[in-house]
């Protein structure tokens, strides 16, 4: 499976982007579409993930009332949309396919990474 992720840029506190994951090759094998973040000196962290065919949902406690991920099963995409964000959410945003949970290590496949920054 190869992930091709787009959609970062700068833009100011309170504003929106909207991120895109395309999935390529064998996609028969997603359990779950996921985003991860990684800001400078942190540790990656868990963003958002969504269940691949029954469309669950789960996200970080901090950006839940914020973000909306989705995905178009039959279209092989998945997508991001965050809304009124914060400094704190400045980072590397990866996207990421495997089994539906929150940590790393359950996700075989990654994009490249796009990187998101929030001014204030």
């Known amino acids: 499976v190869q992930l091709q992720a787009s959609g970062g840029g700068l833009v100011q506190a309170g504003g929106s982007l909207r991120l895109s994951c395309a999935a390529s090759g064998s996609i028969s094998v997603i359990g779950a579409m996921a985003w991860f973040r990684q800001a400078p000196g942190k540790d990656r962290e868990f963003v958002a993930a969504?269940?691949?065919?029954?469309?669950?949902?789960d996200y970080r406690e901090s950006v839940k009332t914020r973000f909306t991920i989705t995905r178009d099963s039959a279209k092989n995409t998945g997508a991001l949309q965050m809304n009124n964000l914060e400094p704190e959410d400045t980072g590397i945003y990866y996207c990421?396919?495997?089994?539906?949970?929150?940590?790393?290590?359950?996700?075989?496949?990654w994009g490249q990474g796009t990187l998101v920054t929030v001014s204030s």
């Open positions: 969504i269940h691949w065919k029954s469309g669950r949902t």
């Open positions: 990421a396919a495997g089994n539906y949970h929150t940590t790393p290590d359950e996700y075989h496949y």
